[in-house]
């Protein structure tokens, strides 16, 4: 989960070798095809996260991406669009995407590095990022695609905090 992600300050110069050493840690299932690309799965409350990193050495950037699977009815992909502008307008970093034919909703973030090297706490910030940016934005999206809801009136519920347990 998201918050379980803890911060330290190793320095390495491939950030995917950070970022493997936190899904280790965690013993989230992941992937390593090769030296500049890591696929993840992390269970979150609402939804499995699949995590694609890619580092590109030619840009100093590691890119996140965070899909959940959403198969959205044609009908409700005009208001899934409308809600996708509006989170994306409150967002400081990141954006959500929505990827039509292979049904995904997906966060996506960089991390420009321009000459320094990567720490492990500015890897686990990037993920903490998606995965937080994923558990706070699932249910709108669930409320538009399935229960018929306005942009707006899922995003309110959305952004509603709660505090404590019943």
């Known amino acids: 989960m998201a918050s379980a992600i803890k911060s330290g300050n190793e320095r390495v110069m491939n950030?995917?070798?950070?970022?493997e050493k936190t899904a280790h840690d965690y013993d989230w299932?992941?992937?390593?095809?090769?030296?500049?690309?890591?696929?993840?799965?992390?269970?979150?409350?609402?939804?499995?996260?699949?995590?694609?990193?890619n580092w590109r050495n030619d840009m100093e950037t590691l890119h996140v991406a965070s899909a959940f699977e959403l198969k959205v009815?044609?009908?409700?992909?005009?208001?899934?669009?409308?809600?996708?502008?509006?989170i994306n307008e409150q967002m400081w970093i990141g954006h959500f995407d929505y990827w039509r034919y292979e049904g995904l909703i997906m966060f996506r973030h960089g991390l420009l590095l321009n000459d320094t090297v990567a720490t492990r706490a500015q890897c686990d910030a990037l993920l903490k990022a998606a995965l937080e940016?994923?558990?706070?934005?699932y249910q709108a999206f669930q409320f538009v695609a399935w229960a018929g809801k306005t942009s707006r009136d899922a995003l309110a519920t959305a952004m509603f905090e709660t505090e404590g347990c019943a």
């Open 133 to 137: 940016s994923g558990e706070r934005y």
């Open 15 to 19: 950030p995917i070798d950070l970022v």
């Open 29 to 53: 299932g992941y992937d390593r095809r090769c030296q500049d690309e890591l696929t993840m799965v992390v269970k979150g409350a609402w939804s499995d996260y699949h995590i694609s990193l």
């Open 73 to 86: 009815p044609d009908i409700r992909l005009n208001e899934i669009f409308k809600l996708i502008a509006k």
